[in-house]
């Protein structure tokens, strides 16, 4: 399946990766952390929030970011997110790339999934 980077137009003022953009503005703002428990109700937010094709969209652009290079995903993150931040690009890819995996599964199933609890 080929994914279309091509963002809708409501968020292409927000230039390149601009879904992803939109999706961390919106959920990672200073605020967020009134509005979301935890880590887990906020990619769930994410999730409802888009319909199918946009979080296909979103997953592209996230796999896009991982891609780049070191100061360009770490000035994205920071740039971004206002709720938290990362010393390093890896811990930034490291993160991301867990949430990945909730875009992907969701892709599969069409409805938003839960993050994987570890065993206690």
Do not use: C
Request: charged content about 25%; glycine content about 6%; overall charge negative.
């Amino acid at each position: 399946m080929r994914i279309s980077f091509i963002d809708p137009p409501a968020v292409r003022h927000l230039g390149e990766l601009a879904s992803l953009k939109k999706a961390i503005l919106s959920h990672f703002d200073g605020d967020s952390g009134l509005r979301f428990h935890s880590d887990e109700d906020r990619w769930q937010a994410i999730l409802r929030h888009y319909n199918p094709t946009q979080r296909l969209l979103i997953a592209g652009q996230i796999r896009e970011l991982l891609s780049r290079d070191d100061s360009f995903v770490l000035a994205f993150w920071d740039k971004h997110s206002d709720y938290f931040g990362f010393e390093t690009a890896d811990e930034v890819r490291q993160y991301l790339s867990g949430k990945l995996r909730l875009f992907e599964q969701d892709s599969l199933s069409g409805s938003p999934v839960q993050e994987s609890q570890p065993p206690l």
